[in-house]
């Protein structure tokens, strides 16, 4: 029973029901549907890129009499597989020292090299020093904290010059929503904080902006192993 001062609740009229649902499915589609876009304007670049390169005699268009998207990419992929397989051997090596000594030489395209070169080992190679813990640390003053992957232990003279009494280490503090930028900071080892968290949650909670933690139903809990 209701008194003449409560409010009646009213049902949510059709256009209200209509509008919700019509949220419901942006959340639902957009991701799928932004994925799906960014992968097939991809590939349509890489075959725009590669496709010019294949010999005519080579491309399926010419046989079929339409052009299938993707093709580039297989070639790309297939290419890609036979020179690091070349690498690998003395000739390839060999190869490639010569055009690496070749290319010291050029003043202004050495430079665009080396940084090019650096960019892809750091990111493609197979290597033991990825990031393994996520941290927090304080940042960027007292009081304000920012989420951190441990990188390594300082070393050299940025180890020796630093004016601190224990271990340095260095943290890679990531940007949101981009965590492939962001800053290259060095902490004490006491003002590290070692978190439980796997680095793909700490990755997904940076690029969410703080909306997705690693356990979402209770986020004071860590996340349950799989």
């Known amino acids: 029973m209701t008194t003449p001062f409560e409010a009646e609740r009213r049902k949510p009229g059709l256009f209200s029901r209509l509008r919700a649902s019509f949220l419901t499915g942006i959340v639902v589609i957009a991701p799928v549907a932004l994925t799906i876009w960014l992968i097939w304007t991809i590939m349509g670049w890489i075959d725009g890129f590669v496709l010019p390169l294949v010999p005519t005699r080579f491309n399926p ?77 304080q940042y960027p003053r007292k009081g304000i904290w920012a989420i951190g992957f441990i990188s390594t232990d300082a070393r050299g003279e940025v180890a020796d010059r630093a004016e601190t009494m224990g271990k340095l280490i260095s943290v890679f503090v990531p940007t949101t929503p981009n965590p492939t930028s962001g800053f290259l900071l060095f902490f004490p080892q006491e003002d590290v904080i070692e978190l439980d968290m796997s680095i793909e949650d700490a990755a997904k909670l940076v690029i969410s902006a703080g909306l997705v933690y690693p356990n979402a139903k209770d986020p004071t809990q860590p996340a349950k192993a799989a």
Do not use: D, H
């Open 61 to 137: 268009e010419q046989y079929i009499g339409i052009n299938l998207r993707g093709v580039g990419v297989i070639f790309f992929l297939v290419f890609t597989v036979f020179v690091g397989w070349v690498a690998k051997g003395l000739i390839g090596r060999s190869l490639i020292r010569f055009a690496e000594g070749l290319v010291e030489r050029m003043p202004v395209v050495r430079s665009i090299y080396s940084g090019v070169k650096q960019i892809a080992e750091t990111i493609f190679a197979q290597s033991e020093r990825n990031f393994e813990t996520a941290c927090l640390i």
